[in-house]
Structures are given as C-alpha cells and as structure tokens.
T-cell receptor
C-alpha cells in the first residue's frame, strides 16, 4: 500500500508570493492533517480535514489555509509568503478522525522563502 | 508554544546496547501517546502508540511505558542498531478538541556508535 505522498518535494518562492502544496493520503484514509516543522518551533499543528471539512485549526495566521477533496486528497495554501514561512510542511493521514488511530506522515515539502 | 517535553536532546549509545528515550508531558487529560522516528530528509515514521488505559505496550524491539502518576512516557529500544540512529519524537493527543491533533515534543537525537 502506498504511503502518504506529498508534492512537490522542494519549493523556492519569493516573499509576497503564494504557494500550494499537495498531499495524497494512504488509500482508505479519510483524515488529513498538516504540520509545520522548523528548527526553532519543532512540529506544529496547522489544521486537520475530514470529509472535506476542517475539523481543527492550529495557531497560524489566516494566510495559511487548506482544503480537502472528495477523494480525501488535500491541499494547503500559503498566501503573501514571509521569510519565516520557510519550513518543512508535513502531511499526515489517518483512517478516521478523533479515534486515536496513528497518523502516518509523508516526507514533506521543503519550502524556502527568499 | 506548549509541547510535550523531553529530558535529553541527544543520546549516544553503543551498538547492541538498549536505549531508553524519555518524555514528560503536562496535560493530565491526554489520552493517547505516540512515538515517531524521523530520519534525515524524511517525515516522521510511526513506531508505537499507547492509550492512557494502558501502562505498557510492546512491539518489535521496542517497548513504550506510560506512567500517568508522574506524567512520564518512555521508549525502550532493545539491541540498538546503527539503523536506529534518528530523531525520536513523542507526541500526545491532549483531548482538548475533537479530531486528530497531536502535540509534539522537541525530539531526542539518538546516535548509535558501531
């Protein structure tokens, strides 16, 4: 069974631009979560989607948004990029939401903002 | 921000020895805990999980111990191998919201010396 797939693997953007990251969950998984990983802040929760609805949201500004499609695939968007948005963005999927089933992560998208 | 704490940022062991990685948490309401392994350039990989109604769970070469009295979680790796070298994260579901939302610790870098 294929794991969580994230595209692209690397991105370089300029301040002020926007970016869209894509995530395909494990087949059959209906919950998709996004996390930001930086050396200073570690792994921080962005949001979770389940059945095309945002279930939870972390403490990030409104420039960070996401959505989920009917096939459970998800995208996240960051608008008006800032230097501090440079990070590894990780997507994770799980079978359900809130049932304490393990989250399985992809290998992330490395975003560099210059 | 708030996070699950770890006692040591780095741990160095000899190949073949047993490793113990510790984690302290602060939220008594947390009901689910997970250990992840993250190798360079990859996303976190699920190792083992435990629910709050248990105090011990074993997997292949790994054991997780949960002490709710002192809010302490540990990961034991038996016969540590060079391939075990990675950063290890503990994570908890604090049960503050519905859905699947994990709070991560800061990570312990495990180095296995041949």
């Amino acid at each position: 069974k294929a794991g969580v797939t994230q595209t692209p693997r690397y991105l370089i953007k300029t301040r002020g631009q926007q970016v869209t990251l894509s995530c395909s969950p494990i087949s059959g998984h209906r919950s998709v979560s996004w996390y930001q990983q930086t050396p200073g802040q570690g792994l921080q929760f962005l949001f979770e989607y389940f059945s095309e609805t945002q279930r939870n949201k972390g403490n990030f500004p409104g420039r960070f948004s996401g959505r989920q499609f009917s096939n459970s695939r998800s995208e996240m968007n960051v608008s008006t990029l800032e230097l501090g948005d440079s990070a590894l963005y990780l997507c994770a999927s799980s079978l359900w939401s809130g049932d304490n089933s393990p989250l399985h992560f992809g290998n992330g998208t490395r975003l560099t903002v210059t | 921000g708030e996070s699950v704490g770890l006692h040591l940022p780095t741990l160095s062991v000899q190949e073949g020895d047993n490793s113990i990685i510790n984690c302290a948490y602060s939220n008594s309401a947390s009901d689910y805990f997970i250990w992840y392994k993250q190798e360079s350039g990859k996303g976190p990989q699920f190792i083992i999980d435990i629910r709050s109604n248990m105090d011990k769970r074993q997997g292949q070469r790994v054991t997780v111990l949960l002490n709710k009295t002192v809010k302490h979680l540990s990961l034991q790796i038996a016969a540590t191998q060079p391939g075990d070298s990675a950063v290890y994260f503990c994570a908890e579901n604090r049960g503050e919201t519905s859905g699947s939302r994990l709070t991560f610790g800061e990570g312990t870098q495990l180095t296995v010396n041949p």
